[in-house]
């Protein structure tokens, strides 16, 4: 099996951290994987906002939905990545959305964010990907511009534990031959 197919295979979510903080060293090359990450006509409409500080993270664990299995780990990870993504620039030109998907930038923040996971995964440190919480309060918090649309947070540390892999679908249930159910 390549290396990067057992990196996919082997990614977990994870909410439950060691108390060890990430090293510059290894933030840095984590942003360098959503730096090179690819995105529609390069336009790299990403923002990503490292958060260090408790008292913020203590803020946005507050804009979490109730029950949310992540509220714990806002606080618990070392470090949050929150990443946002310019409005209006990926999917369009000239101004205008030539396909019938519009804006793009859900598509290109979701490959950084793939990257982001995957090389931290690589690296032995540990995400989860938080998408159910209040946004604009996230941003109000963060001070996000109105341009720019706060789209998940992070947590980023060294795991406590990995847990098993889930059940996955089999290749011939969503893999169709040709045209649709083939």
Known sequence: MSELLNVLKSRRSIRKFEDRMVSGEDLQKILEAV??????????????IVVRDEDTRLGLQETLAPRNPATKAIVAAPLLLVLCGKK?????????APT????WMLYDLGIATQSLCLTAHD???ATVVVGLFDHAKAAD?????????VVSMIPLGYPEKAPKAPERKALDVFCHNERYGG
């Open 123 to 125: 690296m032995g440190l």
């Open 100 to 103: 019938v998907l519009g804006d």
């Open 141 to 149: 918090i963060l001070g996000v511009p109105d341009a720019v649309q």
């Open 35 to 48: 730096q090179w990450s690819q995105s529609w006509a390069n336009t790299q409409c990403w923002e990503v």
């Open 88 to 96: 209006g620039a990926s999917g369009y030109y000239d101004g205008k």
